[in-house]
């Protein structure tokens, strides 16, 4: 009979990539999570861990064992769901987290509705960056998230999660009021390729959507400044000090003298909705997809 506490164990070695890693986020020791390891590898009998370099990794046994996991992971989920089924409003409570334009945008005003219409259910809301979120689903920490795609996250074939679009977030050029482009109502991004440019810093995850779409139009940005928050990079621009790439999705303040301009092309991010594979029928979390699916239409338009 295979414990599974200790598979979890070694779910967790798979997804944060080292023993310490994984064992910091279960709240062991190393030791014990790799004991934990050693006596699943010999309930089994066979070897789970292999080394490589100065750590380990997975022998193919494991990946095998793996895919069993995720597997039962996932009827574990649908025979929960049965059982529950009479109780079929959203009650409880329900975690969700998103990066920060999506809280702003679509899980805060998500909440608002949830409470109107299911009363017997609380929404807990956590702004996360879009690995954390991952991380968090992982242990169970939270039930829905929303994140964009990035280079980093699990592909979309990884069965422990299950990830569908929510929306194509389009980048508008933003330029300064006055700026020769702001009364056209789209621009190609080659007329911009010689200006100055605001870009997010390198490790931002929104970073390879603006050098990509610039690429596409046929050059590389001079980037000349860098920033963390699109309100820092929408002072820069009204500042004249260059043009930058923003999300439709953020809501730029009002006062700051910045023009808008939609792109030929509608160069995009893609933003997906993501539960643990077999939560995505649970009411609560069913009632919460919907509200922001129609939430989602209307704030890109």
């Given at each position: 009979m295979i414990d599974l506490r200790r598979l979890h164990v070694l779910r967790a070695v798979a997804h944060y990539g080292t023993v310490t890693a994984a064992a910091r986020a279960l709240h062991f020791t190393p030791s014990a999570a790799s004991q934990q390891i050693r006596q699943l590898a010999g309930d089994l009998g066979v070897d789970l861990l292999e080394p490589q370099g100065r750590g380990v990794r997975l022998t193919a046994a494991a990946e095998s064992l793996l895919a069993h996991a995720d597997a039962i992971a996932e009827r574990w989920e649908a025979a929960e769901l049965d059982?529950?089924?009479?109780?079929s409003a959203p009650a409880g409570q329900l975690r969700v987290s998103g990066?920060?334009?999506?809280v702003s945008v679509l899980?805060?005003?998500?909440?608002?509705r949830m409470r109107e219409r299911h009363p017997q259910l609380t929404v807990r809301i956590r702004e996360t960056a879009v690995p954390e979120s991952f991380d968090l689903l992982?242990?169970?920490e939270v039930d829905l998230a929303v994140v964009d795609v990035t280079p980093h996250n699990p592909p979309l074939s990884d069965a422990r999660f299950d990830q569908q679009p929510l929306l194509d977030d389009p980048y508008d050029l933003v330029v300064p009021d006055d700026h020769p482009?702001?009364?056209?109502?789209?621009?190609?991004?080659?007329?911009?390729?010689?200006?100055?440019?605001?870009?997010?810093?390198?490790?931002?995850?929104?970073?390879?959507?603006?050098?990509?779409a610039c690429g596409?139009?046929?050059?590389?940005?001079?980037?000349?400044?860098?920033?963390?928050?699109?309100?820092?990079?929408?002072?820069?621009?009204?500042?004249?000090?260059?043009?930058?790439?923003?999300?439709?999705?953020?809501?730029?303040?009002p006062q700051v003298p910045i023009t808008r301009v939609r792109c030929v092309g509608d160069p995009h991010r893609?933003?997906?909705?993501?539960?643990?594979?077999?939560?995505?029928?649970?009411?609560?979390?069913?009632?919460?997809?919907?509200?922001?699916?129609?939430l989602a239409s209307m704030a890109v338009a």
């Open positions: 059982l529950r089924a009479e109780y990066f920060t334009t999506a899980l805060a005003p998500m909440a608002v992982f242990e169970g482009l702001a009364g056209l109502e789209r621009v190609d991004l080659a007329e911009v390729a010689h200006e100055d440019w605001i870009a997010p810093v390198p490790q931002s995850p929104c970073r390879p959507h603006v050098m990509s596409a139009a046929g050059f590389t940005p001079d980037v000349i400044h860098h920033a963390l928050d699109w309100n820092v990079t929408a002072h820069l621009v009204a500042s004249r000090l260059g043009v930058a790439l923003i999300p439709r999705l953020f809501q730029l303040t893609k933003v997906l909705t993501c539960v643990r594979r077999g939560r995505r029928e649970r009411p609560a979390v069913a009632a919460a997809l919907e509200e922001l699916r129609g």
